[in-house]
Each structure stands twice: as C-alpha cells, then as structure tokens.
C-alpha cells in the first residue's frame, strides 16, 4: 500500500517516517533526490512509495539506477539502496575525497544530474577567465 505524498516529508516530519515498506516493482517508481532525502513516487499516480533520509551528508542528492540498486551521493557520502524498497544495503564515506558536486556513472553512462552540474562548472570557469 502506497502513501500520498504530504509535504511535511521535506522537513522529515511526516507520516512516511517509519512506516513498513512494500515491495513494488522499480519500473513503476520515479525517484526524486532533494534536501538529504530519496523517494520512491509511483510512476502512474505520484503516490510516495517509500522514502530515505541520508544519515550523513547535507543538500544536494545525486541519484543513478543501476537495475538493481539505486545509488545516491549526498555531499561525499554514497549509499546504495535497494530500488523497490529503500532500504539501504551499504554505504561509503569516501573519506579523504573531500566535498563538492558528485557525478556517478554506471557502465551505461553518466547520470543526467552530474552531465548537467559538469556543464554548469565549465560554463561558469569559461565566464570567469
């Protein structure tokens, strides 16, 4: 049973925090990374599925799908959670690489998010020089 999305979810104070996760199909599901937060909406009724607070990291999050695991990069900490669930299954605080605006890739390509990011950084050094 899915949930209806309340915006109380972005101040991580909602009826989500919690609750048991079903287990759904990941290509029913979008999924949206913001303020430290993962969450699973369904594809056909924007329902909240499911949703994840980073436990580390603050702001911006950087998602990739990668068939069976959902990886998502919040300020130089990388979880990997399980897509049709949330649940996380490990992390890596890549201590020693510092801090700025991730960009994954999977053997497909790179994210659409960090192509993006990437282009904003050179558009604004070439505006600079």
Same mark, same amino acid.
């Given at each position: 049973?899915?949930?209806?999305?309340?915006?109380?979810?972005?101040?991580?104070?909602?009826?989500?925090?919690?609750?048991?996760?079903?287990? &759904?199909?990941?290509?029913?599901? &979008?999924? &949206?990374?913001?303020?430290?937060?993962?969450?699973?909406?369904?594809?056909?009724?924007?329902?909240?599925?499911?949703?994840?607070?980073?436990?580390?990291?603050?702001?911006?999050?950087?998602?990739?799908?990668?068939?069976?695991?959902?990886?998502?990069?919040?300020?130089?900490?990388?979880?990997?959670?399980?897509?049709?669930?949330?649940?996380?299954?490990?992390?890596?605080?890549?201590?020693?690489?510092?801090?700025?605006?991730?960009?994954?890739?999977?053997?497909?390509?790179?994210?659409?998010?960090?192509?993006?990011?990437?282009?904003?950084?050179?558009?604004?050094?070439?505006?600079?020089?």
């Amino acid at each position: 049973m899915s949930q209806s999305f309340d915006s109380s979810f972005l101040s991580g104070s909602g009826s989500s925090a919690g609750k048991a996760t079903p287990t &759904v199909d990941p290509a029913d599901l &979008v999924f &949206v990374g913001f303020n430290r937060r993962v969450c699973a909406l369904h594809r056909d009724t924007g329902e909240l599925v499911w949703s994840w607070k980073s436990p580390q990291g603050a702001g911006f999050v950087v998602l990739l799908y990668d068939t069976d695991r959902l990886i998502a990069s919040v300020q130089g900490y990388t979880y990997c959670l399980d897509p049709a669930t949330g649940s996380q299954i490990w992390s890596n605080p890549l201590k020693g690489f510092g801090l700025g605006v991730p960009c994954i890739a999977s053997i497909s390509g790179v994210s659409p998010a960090g192509l993006q990011a990437a282009g904003e950084q050179d558009a604004a050094q070439r505006s600079a020089s």
